[in-house]
């Protein structure tokens, strides 16, 4: 996890005002949390640190392409990534770190906080579970389409066909 280093945000030598931080997603930051190959070398992160008195506003910007292939046609496919996500840090007189929704309360002693594991969490949450060429309003290859159109007229073909056909008209 040293690589992860750098997503160490020590706070306690922070003023209280807005600060500002990126990074980059690669592989390298990803073999850290999972086998999968994403191809996400163009992600960037943005991150809003807004430190106050008793709490800290995080404010993430997940901006990029991811390139994957497409689960209809198979083709290669670019998904454009455009997020954001919200996280609070508060502070609670307690020995471990709790999260609840989008809450972190970390121990009143606390001085800093790693952001990688919320970067990944929030770059998990921003890619589609079902990525087809319509997510960027380009068309699926036509060939694998007309074969779907064929499908649909075999009566027993399997249900979840429905669904992709649906998605074509
Ligand atoms: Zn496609």
Same mark, same amino acid.
């Given at each position: 996890m040293k690589a992860l280093k750098s997503y160490n945000i020590l706070f306690s030598g922070l003023k209280n005002t807005l600060h500002h931080f990126d990074y980059t997603i690669n592989d390298e930051f990803l073999k850290n949390f999972t086998e999968e190959k994403l191809n996400v070398n163009n992600i960037k992160i943005g991150l809003d640190f807004d430190k106050n008195e008793n709490f800290i506003m995080l404010d993430f910007q997940i901006n990029g392409i991811i390139k994957t292939t497409c689960d209809r046609c198979l083709d290669p496919l670019d998904i454009n990534i455009d997020n954001t996500y919200q996280l609070v840090i508060k502070f609670e007189d307690t020995s471990e770190i709790k999260e609840e929704d989008e809450i972190i309360f970390l121990p009143l002693e606390s001085t800093e906080i790693n952001v990688a594991k919320y970067i990944y969490e929030y770059l998990m949450l921003s890619i589609p579970s079902y990525k087809t060429h319509s997510l960027n309003k380009s068309s699926c290859n036509p060939e694998i389409v007309a074969y779907l159109h064929t499908e &649909? &007229? %075999?009566? %027993?073909? %399997?249900?979840r066909w429905d669904k992709l056909f649906e998605e074509t008209n």
């Open positions: &649909k &007229k %075999d009566s %027993d073909r %399997d249900p």
